[in-house]
């Protein structure tokens, strides 16, 4: 009687598409990365499926074929696009514009802050690893992650913004200039280093995450208010009052604060409108309000109705066209500075290139710090 010998033939061990720092870098991060993928990818199953019903609507509506979109053969179709969609494009942009901060928040504050708070970086910075290579490769590959997928949903968006373009245009702050180009890429870069930075720095994910969202909007909103028309100077355009084809953009707000100036053209972000008299000095409201009710034009609310104002690119208000044929006889003319739609790109770049230089110093400030300080 023989006995037959089987031997077990070991299987192949599976191979692994991330080895090393990658390999690790994922396994502690995937919650995080795929949590930035569900948050990226609702907001962007709504901008593909409200964009295709508004892409739709534009060309039902004939806006692609009436000409010029602000003239009266376009008047009705374009009011009633502005009607059902104005309200969303307004908004959504001024929510969108804080995912980056969140995201780098979210992604970058724990990065170190979990290590140095949990102990854990005792035992990650004794592998083979030294702890240069390990916050090198952890900032590099999370950071090559957020900011691809910041930068194609930064491309969804302006395709979901498409029909506006020519509407409204994308140069304004707060709205689609925010979420468009370059600038939402940068900006989610910026906070997840600014994340690390914090985290290093803090050595609790809490108080981290808390302090870069509010050292990410201290670094944008005053950029955004305040440097932005810095980058180039506004082009000023000056049109006498009265003349024939001089667009007028008059405002009252709450009765007792008017501009009156022409308009900026479309798509342009109007820096400033004004009047100015023959001298060259610009009027006050006061000001104006005084040459309007020297001319008997009333543009004040009407009885237990909010302020109104008067219509830009419309038929002008009663008695609007002799007062401005008098201020123009009497030398008076209408301003405006702005920055063209044809500066978007520049814009972008110039803005993008700066948070990319803050990103890497945040970057460097984090790996010196782990390195000399960190212990």
């Known amino acids: 009687m023989s006995a037959t010998t089987l031997e077990a033939t070991p299987r192949p061990a599976r191979r692994r598409v991330?080895?090393?720092?990658?390999?690790?870098?994922?396994?502690?991060?995937?919650?995080?990365?795929?949590?930035?993928?569900?948050?990226?990818?609702?907001?962007?199953?709504?901008?593909?499926?409200?964009?295709?019903?508004?892409?739709?609507?534009?060309?039902?509506?004939?806006?692609?074929?009436?000409?010029?979109?602000?003239?009266?053969?376009?008047?009705?179709?374009?009011?009633?696009?502005?009607?059902?969609?104005?309200?969303?494009v307004d908004s959504l942009p001024r929510f969108l514009m804080l995912l980056p901060g969140l995201l780098g928040a979210f992604v970058g504050g724990p990065l170190v802050a979990r290590e140095l708070e949990s102990g854990t970086y005792r035992f990650a910075w004794t592998q083979g690893r030294s702890r240069v290579r390990w916050i090198v490769a952890k900032l590099v590959i999370l950071a090559t992650v957020l900011t691809a997928l910041a930068l194609g949903f930064s491309?969804?968006?302006?395709?979901?913004?498409?029909?506006?373009?020519t509407i409204a245009g994308r140069m304004n702050p707060s709205q689609a200039y925010e979420v468009s180009g370059l600038v939402f890429a940068a900006r989610t870069l910026f906070a997840f280093m600014l994340g690390a930075l914090a985290g290093t720095l803090i050595r609790r994910t809490v108080p981290a995450m808390a302090a870069t969202m509010a050292a990410w909007l201290t670094a944008v909103v005053p950029s955004m208010i305040w440097l932005r028309h810095l980058i180039e100077k506004p082009v000023t355009l000056l049109a006498t009052a009265g003349a024939e084809h001089t667009p007028i953009a008059i405002e009252l707000s709450n009765?007792?604060?008017?501009?009156?100036?022409t308009n900026a053209p479309q798509g342009a972000w109007e820096i400033a409108r004004w009047t100015q008299d023959a001298a060259g000095h610009h009027l006050s409201s006061s000001q104006i309000f005084a040459l309007l009710q020297k001319a008997n034009v009333n543009l004040g609310p009407p009885a237990g109705g909010p302020a109104q104002a008067g219509p830009t690119r419309g038929v002008p208000a009663p008695g609007i066209d002799s007062f401005l044929t008098w201020?123009?006889?009497?030398?008076?003319?209408?301003?405006?500075?702005?920055?063209?739609?044809?500066?978007?790109w520049h814009f972008q770049g110039v803005e993008a290139a700066a948070y990319v230089l803050l990103a890497l110093l945040c970057a460097a400030a984090t790996i010196w710090w782990i390195r000399r300080r960190t212990a």
């Open 255 to 261: 009765a007792n604060s008017i501009s009156l100036g």
């Open 327 to 344: 201020l123009g006889e009497h030398g008076y003319r209408l301003g405006v500075s702005y920055q063209p739609a044809s500066r978007f």
């Open 155 to 165: 491309f969804l968006f302006t395709w979901w913004y498409g029909p506006w373009l």
């Open 18 to 88: 991330l080895r090393g720092l990658p390999w690790v870098t994922w396994r502690q991060h995937r919650f995080a990365v795929g949590g930035t993928l569900l948050v990226l990818g609702v907001v962007g199953a709504f901008l593909v499926v409200d964009g295709l019903a508004m892409h739709h609507a534009f060309r039902q509506l004939g806006l692609t074929s009436c000409g010029d979109l602000f003239t009266s053969a376009c008047r009705v179709q374009l009011d009633l696009f502005q009607q059902h969609y104005q309200g969303t």
